[in-house]
């Protein structure tokens, strides 16, 4: 009551409109209300009126007015009849206050406001709502509304006088002739909740038994709708309702529809009815008391003999079959067989398979094979399907080898088949022919393929330990989320979002591109298999592992690229953003490898990420880094941006800046690097035209130098790296002589798992350089010491 008056009080106040409150009030549809009207309607004759009140009554509860608030409202009536309006509106909103759900008072300010239209119909329909149901009522408010060309109101109220008299066939076709007058203005009945099928299935289960042509002629148009829009239960329950109510009426094509639907919902003993009491099949039955495996008496019907007519179609001889078949009585099934297998194959087949299915799925797969072997033998149905059933019944028997033979030929018709595949693996698996079954769940790219089957295929390579080709196929599922990039511009993006592939695609729209990849798999639309994130995101890092194990560089490249699209994985992003950057330096893409060390050594600042950025821009061409380097450091300043800045100023040859970011490093820092480094600007910059004093530059880079070989305390790097320096200032005899030093040191030192570190190879080479113009037999002397492999 609560609620009701809640409601009321909106209304009351314009919060909501009319249609709004009647579709809160009721919550219904028509068809709610079928069960109630088809108990009405089992009588021929019209029910008395008591019993319609009864049904509206069940919907909602009539609340009356106590003695007071009746002497109260018969006032305001008084007062109103004798000219006193103001009073009598003072009193029905007093009511009101008291009773909000009472319709008296709405009557009569419904009579009070009759100069003003909008609001006196507004109270005459919550009056209506609220009073016993008045289908005139209603009608005169349809009529207003219709005026007033309020449709979705005008509809309410034909909807509501149907429910207060459901018999009357007028108020139906008004209904219906203002549905069609609605779809010739297309207008959007999904608001009305009321459909032509819904108005046809009303008549049906609303009319009586006298209105029988009526009812036929609806319930016909109900379920051809219903049925073309596989709304099977609906089809059989207005059927159904017309059979109770006219079956005199029902001919061998609507019994036969009728029969199919019962079928389709397993009611064989309704069906056994029908064919009784319509069909003129005769059959004589016992009903046996017996005890069931729960200790409990129940009766079971035992069929002995069925007669049935000579001119009977086959179909319905069919259905009659299934019937027996599902109700257990194989006596007369066996009889039944044999005379339905003389019709020719050609012409019966459908109804062949369909007997064939009732078989299988009571597990007489020796009978269905009898159905099976003729059919499969014919030309006809020589198909996909009829073989998989052939197939499934050899391997019920089991026939394992001949299944095999069928299942090769459903493939052979349907190469695509998922579950023809599945089995046909089964059985090559049990039997041990592992390479043959996996082979088998291989589906060709061309064509739409089975996600599903990917999957299954990816565990039973994985069970199997092949990686390479699971690779293959882990890769084929995944691309089912993960797209293919085209051009850099879509790596952006991809990198500033998460599980942007809408955007992806707009973007391609934008361009006047196809959405998707001319190689992209086209995946079964009406499969609903979908992997899980976590089921996503562990084949993802086994498919990188094992890129990786086998070096295959550019698959893994393009496997994290495509998981940054992935919806499913896009709580792991930060980690497939560092797969990407070290899949990137792998394959040698520092450009891509530069967007992700980005923002790495923003988020996470430090020497490992500073290691990597510092591998990533050594071995990018352009210096477009390097506005990006002086953004990075001067937030939190750390000296060791001096050193990045001062290579990046090095490379692009601003000399004398990259000298001031070594030397303010090198007071901070006494490294062997960091001298090693100022050495190297020095001596460049003293191999310039440009400069001057170059003596005193070449003296102050060897005397960094030597302090390098003093900080870095390693013999043969020491020399190696000043031989170098000598010798690109053509001070030959001191390379010589650093590079002999280099040769006669050790090794520079030994790892577990790069082995010996050493420069001997690189030293030899270098004097080979210099020997072989002017002393070629010291220089063979070298090569054959030291390069000879």
Same mark, same amino acid.
């Given at each position: ?612 950025? #510092? &591998? ?10 390097? @506005?990006? =380097?002086? /953004?990075?450091? +001067?937030?939190? %300043? ?57 003596? #005193? &530059? ?10 390098? @070989?003093? =900080?870095? /305390?390693?013999? +043969?790097?020491? %020399? ?70």
């Amino acid at each position: 009551m609560d609620v009701e008056k809640e409601l009321t009080n909106k209304f009351l106040s314009g919060e909501m409109s009319f249609a709004e409150y009647s579709s809160e009030w009721y919550g219904c549809d028509d068809e709610e209300e079928v069960d109630d009207l088809n108990k009405l309607s089992d009588d021929d004759s019209r029910p008395a009126i008591p019993q319609v009140e009864k049904i509206s009554q069940r919907r909602r509860k009539y609340t009356r007015l106590s003695a007071a608030l009746l002497g109260l409202m018969g006032e305001a009536n008084l007062r109103f009849v004798r000219g006193d309006k103001e009073t009598a509106e003072k009193m029905c909103h007093e009511i009101i206050k008291q009773v909000p759900t009472a319709p008296e008072p709405y009557q009569t300010l419904a009579q009070i406001y009759e100069h003003d239209a909008e609001k006196s119909l507004q109270f005459s329909l919550l009056a209506a709502h609220l009073s016993p149901s008045d289908a005139n009522e209603w009608l005169r408010l349809a009529a207003i509304s219709k005026q007033r060309n309020d449709v979705k109101q005008e509809m309410i109220c034909y909807t509501q006088a149907i429910k207060a008299e459901p018999f009357n066939l007028d108020i139906h076709m008004k209904r219906l002739d203002l549905l069609t007058v609605l779809e010739e203005m297309k207008y959007p009945l999904n608001t009305l909740n009321v459909t032509r099928v819904k108005c046809y299935h009303k008549i049906v289960t609303c009319l009586p038994a006298t209105e029988a042509e009526t009812i036929m002629k609806y319930a016909k148009m109900a379920a051809t709708i219903y049925h073309n829009s596989n709304e099977f239960e609906r089809s059989l329950a207005v059927l159904e309702a017309a059979y109770k109510k006219c079956s005199s009426l029902f001919t061998l094509e609507d019994t036969n529809i009728y029969l199919e639907l019962l079928i389709g919902q397993k009611q064989y003993q309704t069906c056994i009815d029908v064919f009784v009491a319509k069909v003129g099949i005769i059959i004589e039955a016992e009903i046996q008391t017996i005890r069931n495996s729960n200790n409990e008496i129940e009766e079971q019907t035992n069929y002995l003999n069925c007669t049935i007519p000579n001119n009977l179609p086959i179909d319905l001889k069919s259905k009659l079959l299934i019937c027996f078949i599902h109700l257990g009585a194989f006596s007369l099934v066996e009889t039944l067989l044999n005379d339905f297998l003389t019709n020719d194959v050609e012409k019966a087949g459908d109804l062949y398979m369909d007997i064939e299915e009732a078989f299988s799925s009571v597990g007489h797969h020796e009978l269905a094979m009898q159905l099976l072997e003729p059919l499969v033998k014919s030309a006809c149905f020589d198909l996909g399907a009829v073989w998989l059933k052939h197939a499934e019944c050899l391997y019920n028997l089991g026939r394992q080898d001949e299944a095999i033979e069928s299942y090769y030929k459903v493939l052979k018709h349907a190469p695509q088949h998922p579950d023809a595949r599945r089995k046909l693996f089964t059985i090559l698996e049990k039997k041990g022919c592992i390479d043959e079954a996996l082979d088998i769940l291989q589906q060709d790219y061309n064509y739409v393929v089975s996600a599903k089957l990917l999957y299954e295929h990816c565990l039973e390579l994985k069970k199997y330990n092949k990686p390479l080709k699971y690779l293959e196929v882990g890769e084929a599922l995944l691309s089912k989320t993960f797209p293919k990039f085209r051009h850099q511009e879509e790596l952006g993006i991809a990198c500033k979002t998460k599980g942007g592939i809408d955007l992806i695609h707009d973007f391609r729209k934008m361009r006047g591109e196809n959405p998707y990849h001319e190689d992209d798999l086209h995946f079964d639309e009406d499969e609903t298999f979908k992997l899980t994130p976590q089921q996503e995101w562990d084949l993802f890092r086994e498919l990188l592992e094992i890129a990786l194990n086998n070096k295959k560089k550019f698959t893994m490249e393009r496997l994290c690229f495509g998981a940054m699209m992935s919806k499913a994985l896009a709580s792991y992003r930060l980690n497939i953003d560092f797969y990407c950057l070290q899949a990137c330096i792998l394959s040698n893409n520092h450009h891509n490898a530069l967007r992700f060390i980005r923002d790495f050594s923003h988020k996470y600042p430090g020497p490992c990420s500073w290691n990597l950025l #510092n &591998l990533v821009i050594s071995s990018v061409d352009d210096t477009a880094h390097v @506005k990006f =380097l002086s /953004r990075l450091f +001067q937030k939190d %300043y750390n000296i060791v941006s001096n050193l990045f800045l001062g290579n990046n100023f090095l490379i692009s040859g601003r000399y004398l800046i990259a000298l001031k970011y070594f030397l303010e490093y090198y007071d901070h820092c006494r490294e062997p690097l960091c001298a090693f480094l100022i050495a190297i600007t020095i001596m460049i910059m003293a191999a310039q035209r440009t400069v001057d004093k170059h003596h #005193n &530059l070449i003296l102050q880079g060897l005397s960094y130098l030597s302090t390098y @070989k003093q =900080l870095r /305390r390693c013999d +043969q790097e020491a %020399y190696y790296n000043m031989g170098r320096i000598c010798h690109m200032l053509s001070l030959n005899n001191l390379a010589i002589e650093y590079y002999e030093k280099a040769l006669s040191c050790g090794p520079i030192t030994k790892c577990d798992k790069h082995g010996i570190i050493d420069l001997t190879k690189e030293t030899a080479y270098n004097l080979y350089i210099l020997y072989k113009d002017h002393s070629p037999e010291i220089a063979r002397k070298y090569m054959f010491k030291y390069l000879v492999i």
